[in-house]
């Protein structure tokens, strides 16, 4: 069954780090971008981080040099490591993978249900 899974949310005060997974089937994790996308309480749902099969990455401006995202090709797992948050960041933290997509929302084909961020300040 296709599908993903997040996990690894939380409450982190600011300057923290939180590391976020993303468990996906074998089809879709070996033959898809993934991605990852967050939405903040009455905002827009935003681009993060995608990463390509050939570990490619893409990242917003908004979290270059703080975010890496990476796969774990041994686990099918997708990971968003994130250090030096901020307030900013708090958002709900979508996995989602798509065929050819790498920022625009609209190419990503499956979604997981989401993960909640709260960063402190």
């Known amino acids: 069954q296709d599908q993903l899974v997040e996990s690894g949310g939380g409450l982190v005060q600011a300057g923290g780090s939180l590391r976020l997974s993303c468990a996906a089937s074998?089809?879709?994790?070996?033959?898809?971008?993934m991605g990852w996308f967050r939405q903040a309480p009455g905002k827009e749902r935003e681009f993060v981080a995608a990463?390509?099969?050939?570990?490619?990455?893409y990242y917003a401006d908004s979290v270059k040099g703080r975010f890496t995202i990476s796969r774990d090709s041994a686990k099918n797992t997708v990971i968003l490591q994130m250090n030096s948050l901020e307030p900013e960041d708090t958002a709900v933290y979508y996995c989602a993978a798509s065929e050819y997509g790498r920022s625009s929302e609209s190419a990503y084909d499956y979604w997981g249900q989401g993960t909640r961020v709260t960063v402190s300040s």
């Open positions: 074998g089809r879709i994790f070996n033959n898809y971008v």
């Open positions: 990463i390509t099969w050939s570990r490619r990455t």
